[in-house]
């Protein structure tokens, strides 16, 4: 089966960093996308790996490791408005893309 | 560029009537559209996936009596909820992919369907 997984929650705090980690085991891979999700509005892209290493893009970094099967996603200077929740999801041999439940994060003052 | 809309943006409908939503790629030609279903504090269930004049796939366990789908045109994809149900309440996104673009899906910005 395909399985993706990430935390269901993290807490971090305004101006730190935080890490969002993603292991998946899919029938191929297409490349690998993080996208952020506020609560009752559609995902917004915000990243897609398809060759190892990472790709930094502002505050936000993602990074792959095929023969892992694994990526993460480094918000850095973390502000309030980054409170949401962050969707992995990986395009599959057939060009599908798999979800994965997604990780809810919730700053702090 | 890349820009989806979805109308409407919530609709209220009462129990056994049937509710259209349409989804739109406003600047792009949309070769395959995806019906989504997201249920309070889960992720993106994927419905089915429809390319423009061809019957959409269903994923598992979705009726496709129920939700029909129609991709008649390459900017204009519509769901209909059919003999809605409570427990159809969600939010239904739809997305957009276009030619060649493999990789990337451009979302519409959601319909909250409460069904009373």
């Known amino acids: 089966g395909q399985n993706i997984d990430q935390p269901t929650e993290m807490t971090a705090t305004e101006g730190a960093i935080v890490q969002i980690n993603c292991t998946y085991q899919?029938?191929?891979?297409?490349?690998l996308f993080w996208y952020q999700q506020h609560a009752g509005e559609a995902p917004t892209f915000l990243s897609y790996?398809?060759l190892d290493g990472l790709e930094e893009k502002g505050r936000f970094s993602s990074f792959l490791s095929r023969s892992k099967g694994y990526s993460y996603l480094l918000l850095k200077e973390l502000q309030m408005k980054d409170s949401a929740s962050y969707l992995c999801?990986?395009?599959?041999?057939?060009?599908?893309?798999?979800w994965g439940a997604g990780t809810k994060l919730i700053i702090k003052p | 560029g890349a820009v989806v809309s979805q109308h409407p943006s919530w609709v209220i409908c009462k129990s056994g009537t049937s509710v259209k939503i349409e989804c739109r790629s406003l600047?792009?030609?949309?070769?395959?559209m995806f019906w989504y279903r997201q249920f309070p504090k889960q992720s993106l269930m994927l419905m089915a996936t429809s390319n423009e004049g061809s019957k959409a796939t269903y994923e598992q366990g979705v009726e496709k009596d129920k939700f029909l789908i129609n991709h008649a045109s390459l900017t204009l994809s519509t769901l209909t909820v059919t003999s809605a149900h409570p427990e159809d309440s969600s939010f239904y996104i739809c997305?957009?992919?276009?030619?060649?673009?493999?990789?990337?899906?451009?979302f519409g910005p959601g319909t909250r369907l409460t069904v009373t």
């Open positions: 997305s957009a992919r276009r030619g060649s673009d493999y990789y990337e899906q451009y």
């Open positions: 999801a990986v395009l599959d041999s057939n060009y599908q893309l798999i």
């Open positions: 899919t029938s191929g891979f297409n490349g």
């Open positions: 790996n398809v």
């Open positions: 600047d792009f030609q949309a070769t395959t």
